[in-house]
């Protein structure tokens, strides 16, 4: 019986590294081959085939390596001979990356992301497990479908959910709000819910002058008044709570809405969707009437990927309301 084929595109992270003596430090150092040699028996699975990209930390990607990058997945994931592809990448900006992949790629196989938190040189180093999970999910017919998905510790999320929640933990990657879609147990992948109404956004380019600004008590429109005069083409604002801020920030926002700057609001929270609940001055009422997009309940970081990509499409605010509100693109 053939086996199937799964493209592996090497972007870099933790999971290409190993500490270099003479600065006591990680740093890139593993090649594609030396990485897959660790993965042991994952031929008997799959044929692999793997694609160098870069080996560059997860800090070091930005948003137009991403579309870069992107481009190769769609051009690889288009192949008749391919069953499955996965990346891998630096579990800093994984979600980042992962996110606007799957918000810009339509395709029925599976697409898979994967990292590590241990490096080669750490004792429980996990990249071959990671990867060796990876390609169970990318071979399995049941993760077609599914959108792009992030693989780490076993555990199998959508990236449009999933986080980074712990700085070393191995199981750092969660789905906050509803929990993982599947598992992979005895290098097969059980699947518990489906992903409803997933988003696309046709976007072959990307707008980087988007701004991302945490709110914190007492807070004015310093920085949201720097952000308008260098041009942004738009904000995202992690609000407190339901998606109010703080009083002196109102100016701010007024400011970069007279000059057509989106200004798109989610919560600091972990946790739950933002809203126009609260009438009093800096409430969301007050914002949503000043013409503030609410972003559900993206995080910040989701939230600017959506709106950079947006962007790229249409600078219209009515149209741009629809895309980050509805998750659809009209």
Same mark, same amino acid.
């Given at each position: 019986m053939e086996k199937p084929k799964v493209a592996i595109i090497f972007? +870099?992270?933790?999971?290409?590294? =190993?500490?270099?003596?003479?600065?006591?430090?990680?740093?890139?150092?593993?090649?594609?081959?030396?990485?897959?040699?660790?993965v042991t028996n994952i031929d008997k699975f799959a044929e692999i085939e793997a694609i160098n990209f870069s080996t560059l930390p997860g800090p070091h990607i930005d948003p137009l390596l991403m579309m870069e990058l992107q481009q190769l997945v769609v051009k690889?994931?288009?192949?008749?001979?391919?069953?499955?592809?996965?990346?891998?990448? +630096? #579990?800093? /900006?994984?979600?980042?990356?992962? *996110?606007?992949?799957?918000?810009?790629i339509k395709s029925d196989k599976p697409i898979v992301v994967v990292g590590a938190m241990r490096n080669s040189s750490e004792l429980g180093y996990d990249g071959p497990s990671n990867l060796a999970a990876a390609v169970c999910t990318a071979i =399995?017919?049941?993760?077609?479908?599914?959108?792009?998905?992030?693989?780490?510790?076993?555990e199998v999320?959508?990236?449009?959910?999933? /986080?980074?929640?712990? /700085?070393?933990?191995?199981?750092?990657?969660?789905?906050?709000?509803?929990?993982?879609l599947g598992i992979v147990d005895n290098d097969k992948v059980i699947f518990h819910r489906e992903v409803i109404d997933r988003q696309y956004i046709p976007a072959t380019s990307i707008e980087t002058n988007v701004h991302l600004i945490k709110c914190a008590a +007492?807070?004015?429109s310093h920085l949201i008044k720097c952000c308008v005069d260098s041009n942004a083409k738009g904000i995202v604002i992690e609000a407190l709570g339901r998606g109010n801020i703080p009083p002196k920030m109102l100016e701010g926002i007024q400011y970069a809405i007279n000059k057509k700057v989106a200004v798109v609001v989610v919560s600091r929270c972990p946790t739950g969707r933002v809203l126009d #609940? *609260?009438?009093?001055q800096g409430g969301g009422r007050q914002l949503r009437v000043l013409g503030v997009i609410f972003c559900g309940d993206l995080p910040g970081?989701?939230?600017?990927?959506?709106?950079?990509?947006?962007?790229?499409? /249409?600078?219209?605010?009515?149209?741009?309301?629809?895309v980050m509100e509805n998750d659809q693109y009209q």
């Open positions: 972007t +870099g992270g933790t999971i290409s590294m =190993s500490i270099d003596p003479r600065i006591g430090a990680a740093i890139p150092s593993l090649s594609n081959q030396e990485i897959m040699s660790l690889t994931v288009l192949r008749k001979d391919i069953t499955g592809v996965i990346i891998t990448h +630096g #579990t800093d /900006t994984l979600e980042e990356t992962a *996110y606007l992949l799957d918000l810009t =399995s017919p049941h993760a077609k479908n599914k959108g792009v998905l992030v693989v780490m510790n076993n999320n959508a990236a449009s959910e999933v /986080t980074k929640t712990n /700085t070393l933990s191995l199981d750092t990657f969660k789905s906050l709000s509803f929990g993982a +007492g807070m004015d #609940t *609260y009438g009093y970081q989701k939230a600017r990927i959506k709106l950079m990509l947006a962007l790229s499409l /249409t600078n219209d605010l009515n149209t741009l309301r629809t």
